[in-house]
């Protein structure tokens, strides 16, 4: 990844840092950690040339997946318990899973939160709950992070909420 790492990196001494970007490839070739990764480096207060300090208040949120303006987009999945599941509903499963395993398997995934098989999606609610934080300024970083890990399993009612705000970002 370190071409990768390289022009995201340029991005932020040029000070061009995209409002959204997408990084794709196969299962497994790191580009979920890759973006926490530069989450934590944008938001650092004392990054290096290649990297985040590693030590800072932020760095060490962000690192546990705890940063308030870190916010993660994950397949969730419908019980009798939750109608209307949203990432929130997950995200202590979620941390543990992915602070256990830099490099999460959607079938992993969905046997830690299904007791069936059952197949898991980003709903409608999620976009909502996704819009509403992402319009609220930020607590602690220059930077609110939004990380989507498989998009392809929102449904086309989610896509569309969540794509009126990557083309209208809010200032």
């Known amino acids: 990844q370190e071409n990768i790492k390289q022009k995201l990196i340029q991005s932020v001494d040029e000070d061009r840092i995209p409002h959204a970007q997408l990084l794709v490839g196969p299962p497994g070739n790191g580009k979920l950690t890759l973006a926490l990764a530069f989450a934590q480096y944008i938001n650092c207060p004392d990054k290096q040339h290649n990297d985040s300090c590693g030590v800072c208040s932020s760095c060490r949120k962000f690192a546990k997946l705890i940063h308030p303006d870190l916010h993660f987009t ?8 939750i109608d209307k599941p949203t990432s929130s509903d997950y995200m ?11 490099y999460p398997q959607y079938e992993k995934w969905m046997q830690i939160i299904a007791d069936e098989n059952k197949q898991g999606a980003i709903y409608v609610d999620e976009a909502k709950d996704l819009i509403h934080k992402l ?13 989507i890990w498989l998009p392809e399993t929102m449904n086309i009612t989610c896509a569309n909420k969540i794509l009126k705000i990557l083309e209208e970002p809010p200032t």
């Open 74 to 81: 994950i397949p969730v999945i419908k019980t009798a318990a």
């Open 92 to 102: 202590t499963k979620w941390r543990q899973y992915f602070l256990e395993n830099h």
């Open 135 to 147: 319009n609220q300024k930020s607590y602690e970083a220059e930077y609110k992070v939004s990380i």
